[in-house]
């Protein structure tokens, strides 16, 4: 399994990004998708996660400004990021687990970097 993120840039406070990670494996309709990120000198944390059956999940502190879809025709998931702030500042990293398996492993892609200027 690949996932190759990116989208990722230098944006203004208040401005908008939107994110792409395209995966490689089969029956990518049966994966749940995430978004995570990694601020500097922060631990990891969920910001967006997509179930295989397309119900989402967010952080509090992203609630209402982002926004997780998927497009399993084309093996992708997006992140739209809209009035962005300062502290969205960090590496966006996508997962992706199998449906029921979640607990036991997981995929990783490399990040890509979102700098949001105040």
């Known amino acids: 399994v690949q996932l190759q993120a990116s989208g990722g840039g230098l944006v203004q406070a208040e401005g908008s990004l939107n994110l792409s990670c395209a995966a490689s494996m089969r029956y990518f309709n049966l994966y749940d998708m995430a978004w995570y990120r990694q601020a500097p000198g922060k631990q990891r944390e969920l910001a967006a996660r997509?179930?295989?059956?397309?119900?989402?999940d967010y952080a509090d502190s992203v609630n209402g400004r982002f926004t997780i879809s998927r497009d399993n025709a084309k093996n992708t998931v997006y992140l739209q990021m809209n009035s962005l702030k300062s502290e969205d500042t960090g590496v966006y990293l996508c997962?992706?687990?199998?449906?029921?398996?979640?607990?036991?492993?997981?995929?990783w892609g490399r990040g890509t970097q979102v700098t949001v200027s105040s």
């Open positions: 997509i179930f295989s059956g397309g119900t989402t």
């Open positions: 997962n992706a687990c199998l449906k029921g398996f979640c607990d036991r492993s997981s995929y």
